[in-house]
Nanobody, 115 residues
Framework: QVQLVESGGGLVQAGGSLRLSCAAS????????MGWYRQAPGKERELVAR????????YYADSVKGRFSITRDNVKNTVYLQMSSLKPEDTAVYYC????????WGQGTQVTVSS
C-alpha cells in the first residue's frame, strides 16, 4: 500500500533551519505531484509548497516564499522541504501529500520554532 513517511521535524530557535523529508513507497513516485502542507493548532491545514512530478515547477505560499525550498529526488522517491529563517509562526505539524487525481497523505512531523 501507499506510504508517505515524513521526518526531520523538531524544535529550533527562530532564525534557524530544518530540512524535512518525505519518503514514499507503494506508488510510482515520479508520476505524482508532491506538496508540503502544515496545520497549526486551531487553524486549517494550508498548502506551503508544491512541486510537479518532474521537479521543474514549484509553488510557494507567500508566507514562506524566499525562506523555504521544495525539491524532490525521483530516484530516492523522496521530497524535501528546506526551511530557513524560521519564525515562531511556522510552528505546525507538517504533512506531505502525493497527488495525481486521488491524494495520499503522510502522518505528519511536528515543527516547533521558539522565539
Amino acid at each position: 500500500q501507499v506510504q508517505l513517511v515524513e521526518s526531520g521535524g523538531g524544535l529550533v530557535q527562530a532564525g534557524g533551519s530544518l530540512r524535512l523529508s518525505c519518503a514514499a513507497s507503494g506508488l510510482t513516485f515520479s508520476s505524482y505531484h508532491m506538496g508540503w502542507y502544515r496545520q497549526a493548532p486551531g487553524k486549517e491545514r494550508e498548502l506551503v509548497a508544491r512541486i510537479n512530478s518532474g521537479g521543474g515547477s514549484t509553488y510557494y505560499a507567500d508566507s514562506v516564499k524566499g525562506r523555504f525550498s521544495i525539491t524532490r529526488d525521483n530516484v530516492k522517491n523522496t521530497v524535501y522541504l528546506q526551511m530557513s529563517s524560521l519564525k515562531p509562526e511556522d510552528t505546525a505539524v507538517y504533512y506531505c501529500k502525493a497527488s495525481m487525481g486521488a491524494g495520499y497523505w503522510g502522518q505528519g512531523t511536528q515543527v516547533t520554532v521558539s522565539s
